[in-house]
């Protein structure tokens, strides 16, 4: 019995052993940064001017971080591609395939979060006792939290704005934007009278859009304060009327050939196709290069629903967000390389030579900031209407993100060429918006 104990004890000792060595083979040691060269990747969706501009930035780094590091950046298209992709590596399992870090706007909020492979910033605070998040803009910060999480910290930044054609609409009596969809309406038989053929304005109502319209009259579209608290699971603005109220001053406005029932775009703006548009504040810049001349420009705060909604529009952009790859190495050369695109300098330059709004406090300050801001007053009809803009506010997180946005957009689009009811595109788009909900909880939660 003692041999039998004796072997069995050695046994014992030896699978533990055998345990030991293999958990130390699969721990990632931790390694001083700077102490040896890490390569990170990181996936972009940054096009165009900021696509050049992020060159700049990523080859800067490279050449001048003093640990070693080197960016492998990758453009993944637009952030629907990006979040696809995403997606598809995560239900496929294939973690490696993900990047160190990743540019993220708020279609890919949940999938992010529910990954089982977020570093979040709170994560990173904690680990590197390193909080940073007094650093950013309040509004800004706060897009991209879920569940009292924050995942990532800002990076482009920017709200939807209206630009305005002033040429145009000084020759039909206008020397202001409208300010309501009833102004616009106006508008509309102003240039009717002055024999002007342009379209007044043009668009398609979508997630975005609507979060915004329907925040304008205390409402969120859907509940847990647009999904940033908790999942959502219905509809916040039926019983309230506020969607009720936006389908009837939007309707009156196609009604009255003041608002075309598809989305005009910044080219057709350019070629003075069409008097106003609503899009990004971070558009300024290009806008103008485009333009170059050939009509005064004017930008205005977000078109209101009516004379009793709110001034405002939530915060719109990206994120920047980090992966748990469970190498300590590539995980704290992640961390600066977010802390140096979103620090005071890059933020800066990104702001000036784009339109967005700069997401750390200290780049507001800078003497740069504040000269264009005084040259040009189209800078700071951003950052005012975010100041205007109430702090209940939130962009819309929802799981299912693309039918939700799809659902929204035909469900006015039906209304209007049907010419149906307000009432009944109420039930339509209701029910199939929460149809959307449901489903997403029946198969996820």
Same mark, same amino acid.
């Given at each position: ?98 990047p160190d870090m990743m540019q993220l706007d708020a279609t890919g909020k ?130 309230n009327g506020a969607l009720k109220t936006f389908l009837t001053e939007w ?19 350019? +070629? &003075? ?5 609503? !899009?990004? @504040? =971070?558009?300024?810049? #290009?806008? $103008? ?120 957009? +035909? &469900? ?5 060429? !049907?010419? @149906? =009811?307000?009432?009944? #595109?109420? $039930? ?18």
């Amino acid at each position: 019995m003692k041999k039998i104990a004796s072997t069995m004890l050695l046994l014992a000792l030896s699978l533990s052993l055998v345990f030991a060595q293999g958990s130390q083979e699969k721990a990632s040691p931790s390694v001083e940064l700077g102490s040896e060269p890490v390569t990170i990747t990181f996936w972009h969706c940054a096009s165009d001017d900021a696509g050049l501009l992020m060159d700049k930035y990523i080859k800067d780094f490279n050449e001048n971080n003093q640990y070693k590091i080197t960016v492998n950046a990758i453009y993944q298209g637009q952030y629907s591609d990006a979040t696809t992709l995403m997606k598809t590596i995560i239900s496929a399992e294939n973690y490696k395939e993900l990047p160190d870090m990743m540019q993220l706007d708020a279609t890919g909020k949940v999938d992010y979060y529910n990954s089982g492979k977020a570093f979040t910033i709170d994560d990173a605070v904690k680990e590197y006792s390193d909080d940073v998040k007094g650093d950013y803009v309040e509004a800004a910060l706060g897009n991209w939290q879920f569940k009292g999480t924050q995942l990532g910290l800002p990076f482009a930044s920017s709200t939807t704005i209206t630009f305005y054609n002033a040429d145009l609409l000084a020759l039909a009596g206008w020397d202001h934007c409208p300010d309501t969809f009833q102004d616009v309406i106006a508008l509309k038989k102003d240039m009717e009278k002055a024999g002007l053929s342009a379209a007044t304005y043009g668009t398609v109502p979508s997630t975005p859009t609507l979060a915004n319209w329907l925040g304008q009259l205390g409402s969120y579209v859907v509940n847990n304060s647009n999904g940033s608290e908790s999942t959502a699971t219905k509809l916040d603005c039926i019983d309230n009327g506020a969607l009720k109220t936006f389908l009837t001053e939007w309707k009156a406005m196609y009604d009255n050939g003041a608002v075309m029932n598809q989305s005009l775009s910044v080219n057709q703006f350019i +070629n &003075g196709e069409v008097a106003i548009v609503t !899009n990004s @504040s =971070s558009n300024v810049n #290009a806008i $103008l290069e485009k333009v170059n001349g050939k009509f005064n420009v004017g930008a205005s705060t977000f078109l209101r629903v009516n004379d009793s909604a709110s001034y405002g529009a939530t915060v719109s952009g990206s994120c920047l967000v980090m992966f748990d790859s469970s190498d300590s190495l590539k995980k704290k050369a992640t961390w600066e390389f977010m802390k140096y695109l979103t620090g005071k300098d890059v933020q800066t330059d990104f702001a000036i030579n784009t339109g967005y709004i700069p997401s750390n406090k200290a780049s507001v300050q800078t003497e740069e900031y504040q000269t264009l801001l005084a040259s040009n007053p189209m800078y700071k009809v951003g950052p005012e209407q975010l100041e205007k803009t109430p702090s209940s506010m939130r962009s819309v997180t929802v799981g299912p993100s693309a039918d939700f946005y799809y659902g929204i957009m +035909n &469900g006015v689009s039906d209304m209007l060429k !049907n010419n @149906s =009811s307000v009432d009944d #595109a109420l $039930l339509s788009i209701s029910t199939n918006l929460q149809g959307l909900l449901d489903q997403y909880a029946r198969n996820n939660m």
